[in-house]
């Protein structure tokens, strides 16, 4: 078993809509959660990064962590085509050197 | 403008042979970083270096290495050990201390074997 899992989707909305992408996770030991938005053919870029549990949010995207299901969320609200890319949440625990953890991204299409 | 500078952006190999694949960043990183993604593996780390002259094993260490002679580069040799090198390749830093953050990545580099 993975320590992250996450839906590959594919996943299509329409523009406008809220979009939700989960991750959940098997390692009680993780304390930083982000989330990258990776467009095809390039490096990931960070998204929202959240410490512990609890919700942070940046414009139409908001983060939620609940450890105590061991389950992290990003929102997007208003999706709009330019958002079509593959999400990948990472993690990590406190001072962890070997840096992250990801998931395997989930695909969006945002249709117009 | 700082970032991290992956090159080549393709890169084709041939069988048996070595290539390396060059990660120069104007960070003042500390940390470097390594990863291989492949279609729906999502990044699994191959190496990483928190200080010059010394590097650390990662999940898929075996049939490639590096070196940390310098702070800002952080080169990856892919070798004929590696049977399928095949993939995208990920650099990323992250700075320590009062510089840190979260891992940072360059644009990758596609390597193919032909």
């Known amino acids: 078993q993975k320590e992250v899992e996450q839906d590959p989707g594919p996943l299509s909305v329409p523009e406008g809509a809220i979009v939700s992408l989960n991750c959940t996770y098997s390692?009680?030991?993780?304390?930083?959660f982000m989330w990258y938005r990776q467009y095809s053919r390039k490096g990931p870029e960070l998204l929202m990064y959240?410490?512990?549990?609890g919700n942070k949010e940046d414009g139409r995207f908001t983060a939620q962590v609940d450890k105590s299901s061991k389950y992290i969320s990003l929102f997007i609200r208003d999706s709009q085509p330019s958002d079509s890319a593959t999400y990948l949440c990472?993690?990590?625990?406190?001072?962890?050197?070997?840096?992250?953890?990801f998931g395997s991204g989930t695909q969006l299409t945002v249709l117009p | 403008d700082g970032g991290i500078t992956q090159s080549p952006k393709y890169l084709f190999r041939k069988e048996g042979q070595n290539v390396t694949l060059s990660c120069e960043q104007n960070?003042?990183?500390?940390?470097m970083y390594w990863y291989r993604q492949d279609p729906g593996q999502g990044l699994r780390l191959i190496y990483y270096?928190?200080?010059?002259?010394?590097?650390q094993k990662g999940d898929i260490a075996e049939g490639y290495s590096v070196s940390r002679e310098k702070k800002e580069s952080f080169p990856l040799t892919v070798t004929s050990a590696q049977k399928n090198p095949t993939a995208f390749y990920l650099c990323?830093?992250?700075?320590?201390?009062?510089?840190?953050?979260?891992?940072?990545f360059g644009q990758g580099t596609r390597l193919t074997v032909v």
């Open positions: 270096s928190q200080i010059v002259n010394d590097f």
């Open positions: 960070l003042n990183h500390d940390a």
């Open positions: 959240t410490y512990s549990s």
């Open positions: 390692n009680s030991a993780f304390q930083y």
């Open positions: 990323a830093s992250r700075g320590t201390g009062v510089n840190r953050v979260e891992a940072f």
């Open positions: 990472a993690m990590r625990s406190s001072g962890s050197a070997r840096q992250l953890t």
